[in-house]
Nanobody, 118 residues
Framework: VQLQASGGGSVQPGGSLRLSCAAAGRLLSINDMGWYRQAPGRQRELVARITSGGSTNYADSVKGRFIISRDNAKNTVYLQMNSLEPEDTAVYYC?????????????WGQGTQVTVSS
């Protein structure tokens, strides 16, 4: 099982970015999918999570600005980030609870850098 994240970059405050994370492998099912982030000197924290049925929850710091969604047919989770702030600068990681032909468990993507700066 592999998770491939993309979509990071540099943006000015108030700007937007969209992250994508696609799961690949001999997948049987994907349960929860989510995005986490880790800023320098800080612990990794949950940003947003979405269940296989589409229920979502968000960190208080991103509510109203970020939207998580998923395309089950593509095994992909997205994070639309709007009104970005310098405090959103971090490496963003996707995570998925996966059941595959050979194994099951939590898998992480490689991380994608998001930098918000003027």
């Amino acid at each position: 099982v592999q998770l491939q994240a993309s979509g990071g970059g540099s943006v000015q405050p108030g700007g937007s970015l969209r992250l994508s994370c696609a799961a690949a492998g001999r997948l049987l099912s994907i349960n929860d999918m989510g995005w986490y982030r880790q800023a320098p000197g800080r612990q990794r924290e949950l940003v947003a999570r979405i269940t296989s049925g589409g229920s979502t929850n968000y960190a208080d710091s991103v509510k109203g600005r970020f939207i998580i969604s998923r395309d089950n047919a593509k095994n992909t989770v997205y994070l639309q980030m709007n009104s970005l702030e310098p405090e959103d600068t971090a490496v963003y990681y996707c995570k998925a609870q996966v059941v595959s032909v050979f194994s099951s468990g939590n898998y992480w993507g490689q991380g994608t850098q998001v930098t918000v700066s003027s």
